[in-house]
């Protein structure tokens, strides 16, 4: 079975400064698919990256930065230079897929609020 | 304009009423979901379909039904065994590209049952 731990509920910082939302996954499987989701107060899922379990390079896209390290089954998302309009409630999300028959495992969300 | 369409927004029933939420999607996705999100939780997976006329339970399947007789549409029909309905709910659609596969998601419906 598999499983996303995001253990910050809630996490609020003052504009411009840097925060890391921390995601731990579990999964027996050597092939898998994480992701990362944005949730605004709008309520649709945005979607922001996917990484392969044999992919741990590093990405960065704008503000946005991912660190994927598979000895600690973490996949983690940081924003550089916060902004108001980053407060959402953010999902990493697990799938070992099938090439067809693809499950999204979610974690809880962490709910980000950025103080102007 | 391409995209996946939840409607109503905001739904409101009786106790003991069905009640059935719309999806529909013009991205020519070949896989549709239906997701269950509550307050301070993550996402659960209620029924999934890869192809017209076939779907699969996902974790949370009990007082929900689903059809697929078009690639654009999954409609989840909310029965009144379903014990707490009250809930938002997502759907999703997704396409095998380059052996890649991403879930692209509704903006969802909110679900008030009283």
């Known amino acids: 079975a598999q499983k996303v731990t995001q253990a910050q509920t809630e996490i609020s910082v003052v504009e411009k400064e840097d925060v890391t939302l921390d995601c731990v996954y579990e999964?027996?499987?050597?092939?898998?698919?994480l992701f990362w989701y944005k949730q605004p107060p709008s309520g649709e899922l945005v979607f922001l990256i996917r990484r392969n379990s044999f992919d741990e390079q590093n990405e960065i896209s704008g503000r946005y930065s991912w660190n994927f390290q598979k000895s600690t089954s973490s996949f983690n998302f940081t924003i550089t230079a916060s902004q108001v309009v980053d407060s959402a409630v953010y999902f990493c999300a697990l799938s070992v897929s099938n090439f067809g028959n693809e499950k999204l495992t979610f974690g809880t969300g962490t709910r980000l609020t950025i103080i102007p | 304009d391409g995209g996946i369409t939840q409607s109503p927004k905001y739904l409101f029933r009786k106790e003991g009423q069905n009640v059935t939420l719309s999806c529909e999607q013009n991205l020519n996705h070949d896989a549709m979901y239906w997701y269950r999100q509550d307050p301070g939780q993550g996402l659960r997976l209620i029924y999934y379909s890869q192809i017209v006329n076939d779907f699969q339970k996902g974790d949370i399947a009990e007082g929900y039904s689903v059809s697929r007789e078009k690639k654009e549409s999954f409609p989840l029909t909310v029965t009144s065994a379903q014990k707490n309905p009250t809930a938002f709910y997502l759907c999703a659609s997704s396409i095998m590209f380059a052996g890649r596969r991403e879930q692209y998601f509704g903006p969802g419906t909110r679900l008030t049952v009283t």
């Open positions: 999964t027996r499987d050597t092939t898998y698919y």
